[in-house]
């Protein structure tokens, strides 16, 4: 079955980095556009970044443009979301989710990111 598997969450300071990966199994990967979606503590769900299927063309929110950046691997089934100058304000779940497409149908458990000093 479908299974996507969210890592690299953790505690980072205000500025600093982070890398998250989603190792993903159970589909033809490389067939599907990937995204990454956040949700803030008591907030609804933010769409973060979006990858097509060659990892050739990215999409970003403005919250995050310049500073996240969204990747693939296809050779090893793996989505990351590098994360550079991160804020307060990204402090949240961030979870990895397959497009069907037309609507996200598989999603990871989630990885916690806190951005505190």
């Known amino acids: 079955q479908v299974q996507l598997v969210e890592s690299g969450g953790g505690l980072v300071q205000p500025g600093g980095s982070l890398r998250l990966s989603c190792a993903a199994s159970?589909?033809?990967?490389?067939?599907?556009?990937m995204y990454w979606v956040r949700q803030a503590p008591g907030k609804g769900l933010e769409w973060v970044s979006t990858i097509n299927t060659a990892g050739r063309n990215t999409y970003n929110a403005e919250s995050v443009k310049g500073r996240f950046t969204i990747s693939r691997d296809n050779t090893k089934n793996t989505l990351y979301l590098q994360m550079n100058s991160v804020k307060a304000e990204d402090t949240a779940v961030y979870y990895c989710a397959k497009d069907l497409p037309g609507a996200l149908d598989a999603w990871g458990q989630g990885t916690l990111v806190t951005v505190s000093s």
């Open positions: 159970g589909f033809t990967f490389s067939n599907y556009w």
